[in-house]
Nanobody, 128 residues
Framework: QVQLVESGGGFVQAGGSLRLSCAAS????????MGWFRQAPGKEREFVAS????????FYRDSVKGRFTISRDNAKKTVSLQMNSLRPEDTAVYYC?????????????????????WGRGTQVNVSP
């Protein structure tokens, strides 16, 4: 069973950068796909990015393409989300997620119910 702990959130002005990290515990981390989701107040949790166990495949929601980069270090059992050119609308609690198998495949796994393991989240606040 994988356990996840996020870190790296904070306050930043629009146009700034933050790097989120997610530390995982458990076996076979390299076989686990990892994802980042976010949830703003009063809104549903939404997909941000995901990465396959081998790092060969990455996926992003359209609004973060070109600004966010997901990466992982299997030796350290960590996954990161580098966020550049941040906007006020990026303000949310960011959650790390893990899953080993997907009915629709990782490329389509953009719904929270498709991911079984979650961290507690880290808050990101972007001021205008």
């Amino acid at each position: 069973q994988v356990q996840l702990v996020e870190s790296g959130g904070g306050f930043v002005q629009a146009g700034g950068s933050l790097r989120l990290s997610c530390a995982a515990s458990g076996r076979s981390f390299s076989r686990v796909a990892m994802g980042w989701f976010r949830q703003a107040p009063g809104k549903e949790r939404e997909f941000v990015a995901s990465i396959s166990g081998s790092s060969l495949s990455t996926f992003y929601r359209d609004s973060v393409k070109g600004r966010f980069t997901i990466s992982r270090d299997n030796a350290k059992k960590t996954v990161s989300l580098q966020m550049n050119s941040l906007r006020p609308e990026d303000t949310a609690v960011y959650y790390c997620a893990a899953e080993t198998t997907f009915d629709r495949g990782l490329a389509l796994a953009d719904k929270p119910y498709e991911w079984s393991t979650w961290g507690r989240g880290t808050q990101v606040n972007v001021s205008p």
